[in-house]
């Protein structure tokens, strides 16, 4: 997930450290103004215009304007635990609108990044825009503008989907969307989309309700943040915090899975009733916890003293975005974007397999064709995601990749050195046939070509704890 906004600037204390993994999110921090030439197969759609008003849209505590086009560059939003990232020598940047930690002053971001595989980190996620659908109309609506099925999902159960434009079946936006019950959902999607999303939601619940007659409540939660608790001991640190009479026994709760729990503070008060999801965006174990905003300070104070320096600490954008590059995950507005479809992007476990029969939703029409090879009867696609190991010098952002005759058959779109792997890893769109495992191509680098090898994604092995399957 997560989609960059366009106003982003990394201060001077990060750089002379001279160890930062640079992957799409930290090359866009050190360069926001890039651009690519038209010849490169990875492109961004201008963003389309949008009229009309929705009656089903909700904004909690609307003393905060939520489109990101009416917070002036120079007035960057600020979380509810600004002030504990300074207090922790947080060093602050601008974000997807937000004043956000990139890393912390007592820790270098590769520090950082190997400490959350080892033990936990805690990340301020709050920038991400938290929403709920609700209503007769909910699941219809849900399976209108993305390709999965939300008819068979369980009821505190989450999946990855992706938000689709109509007609070309590209995608608007990355999601995570957690079923609450028969006709309730939660959704979360990316900051430096909140502008384009909530006017695509506007626009698309629009006809919908016009076609359907079903009516679907929309909420935007403004009034809650959210904190993503990653690591091996991420388990055990919330244990330690959980109110006894809610102590339910976390290792039956599996990956992708959500319950509401109560946290006892350090007042011995309670909090309220806290949506929690095991998950994350590093391919460790971990939760993401989403929490009024009245009650965040607290909250994460409390997670913070329950472990020690050596078990638990903060943790910025940086070693977010190696992290999530290791575990293969996209980032949105690089590795994704308006123009991609799902199939391209190698999401295609994303479409239900009822979807793929009954084709109702926001670009089938191009996206099922894509399902099946062209040697097979089908479009197939011109163009896949795929991984890449790349020796010498680390491929960035924008580096073209060729072959052996050196001409352009792709482009990296993330790309930084594996702290975990200390090798150069880095994802990018291949042409259709250099995109299996194995597949030997060249990267240009600083005007140089570099070897590079197709590889499987993850590139370090997730650590989801997952429901044993039966034999």
């Not at 509810?80 to 937000?98: C, E, N, R, T």
């Not at 388990?235 to 319950?259: H, W």
């Not at 293969?328 to 479809?341: E, S």
């Not at 890449?388 to 491929?395: D, Q, R, S, Y």
């Amino acid at each position: 997930m997560n989609c960059l906004g366009a106003n982003v600037r990394l201060t001077g204390a990060v750089l002379p450290m001279g160890i930062a993994p640079r992957s799409g999110l930290c090359q866009s921090l050190t360069n926001p103004r890039r651009q690519y030439s038209k010849s490169q197969i990875f492109s961004v759609r201008a963003k389309r215009a949008w009229s009309g008003q929705s009656p089903s849209l909700t904004i909690r505590n609307t003393n905060v304007r939520h489109a990101s086009s009416s917070i002036p560059p120079e007035s960057p939003r600020k979380t509810p635990l600004h002030d504990l990232h300074i207090a922790h020598k947080g060093v602050m940047v601008k974000f997807g609108g937000y004043m956000l930690p990139i890393q912390y002053g007592n820790q270098s971001i590769t520090e950082s990044h190997l400490f959350t595989r080892e033990n936990a980190s805690l990340f301020d996620v709050s920038h991400m825009v938290q929403h709920t659908l609700s209503g007769p109309g909910a699941v219809a609506f849900l399976e209108r503008i993305t390709p999965s099925d939300f008819t068979g999902l369980p009821t505190r159960s989450s999946k990855l989907s992706v938000l689709l434009w109509p007609k070309t079946g590209g995608i608007v936006d990355d999601t995570m969307i957690t079923r609450l019950g028969p006709q309730s959902f939660y959704l979360v999607t990316n900051a430096g989309c909140r502008e384009k999303d909530i006017n695509y939601l506007r626009n698309q619940l629009e006809e919908f309700e016009k076609s359907n007659g079903e009516k679907v409540k929309w909420e935007v939660l403004e009034d809650h943040g959210l904190v993503a608790l990653q690591g091996p001991l991420s388990e055990e640190i919330i244990s330690n915090v959980l109110v006894e009479a809610e102590v339910k026994d976390l290792k039956k709760m599996y990956f992708s899975q959500s319950q509401y729990i109560k946290i006892k503070l350090s007042d011995e008060s309670k909090s309220s009733a806290l949506l929690i999801t095991r998950g994350g965006y590093t391919g460790e174990d971990g939760f993401e916890i989403s929490i009024p905003n009245n009650e965040m300070v607290k909250v994460t104070e409390r997670l913070l003293q329950s472990a020690s320096d050596e078990k638990l600490r903060f943790a910025g954008l940086a070693a977010r975005d190696s992290l999530r590059l290791e575990a293969g995950m996209c980032l949105y507005g690089h590795d994704l974007n308006d123009l991609i479809t799902p199939v391209e992007a190698g999401l295609s476990w994303v479409i239900g397999k009822n979807r793929r029969t009954d084709g109702n939703f926001n670009g089938a029409e191009v996206i099922i064709p894509q399902l099946t090879p062209a040697n097979k009867g089908g479009k197939g696609v011109s163009k896949r995601r795929v991984g890449l190991i790349v020796e010498g010098a680390p491929a960035r952002e924008g580096t073209n990749i060729v072959d052996a005759e050196g001409s352009q058959i792709g482009v990296i779109t993330s790309g930084c050195p594996s702290p975990s792997l200390g090798k150069n890893i880095s994802m990018g769109y291949v042409k259709d046939g250099f995109h299996r495992p194995g597949t030997n191509i060249n990267v240009m680098v600083r005007g140089k070509g570099r070897k590079a090898e197709v590889t499987k994604m993850p590139f370090v092995p997730s650590k989801y704890w997952k429901e044993p399957t039966s034999a």
